[in-house]
């Protein structure tokens, strides 16, 4: 099985920076795409960033040029580096990953989540 664990959350004032790591580990034999969403309070999940298995990266309108995703392949992981943040960054983020692990078609495995808010 595969497991995706999310770390780097927290409070931040408006303006601030805040860096979130997301670990994969298990029985991975491929993963194939990697990702942040994000859900506030009452509204629908959305994408905020990804990297595919080629490396190209895809933002959200509202974070780009503030967010930043990068991969570490050797160890499975996948970064988010926050800056200039809002309020309007408050949200649960999660890791998401499209994975296969041997002799198995990929699907997506989710993290836990990681709260981030942005107050005065």
């Known amino acids: 099985q595969v497991q995706l664990v999310e770390s780097g959350g927290g409070l931040v004032q408006p303006g601030g920076s805040l860096r979130l790591s997301c670990a994969a580990s298990?029985?991975?034999?491929?993963?194939?795409?990697m990702g942040w969403y994000r859900q506030a309070p009452g509204k629908q999940r959305e994408l905020v960033a990804t990297?595919?298995?080629?490396?190209?990266?895809n933002y959200a309108d509202s974070v780009k040029g503030r967010f930043t995703i990068s991969r570490d392949n050797a160890k499975n992981t996948v970064s988010l580096q926050m800056n200039s943040l809002n309020p309007e960054d408050t949200a649960v983020y999660y890791c998401?990953?499209?994975?296969?692990?041997?002799?198995?078609?990929?699907?997506?495995?989710w993290g836990q989540g990681t709260q981030v808010t942005v107050s005065s």
């Open positions: 990297d595919t298995n080629g490396g190209n990266t």
């Open positions: 298990g029985s991975i034999f491929n993963i194939y795409n």
């Open positions: 998401r990953g499209f994975i296969a692990t041997s002799g198995t078609a990929p699907r997506v495995y």
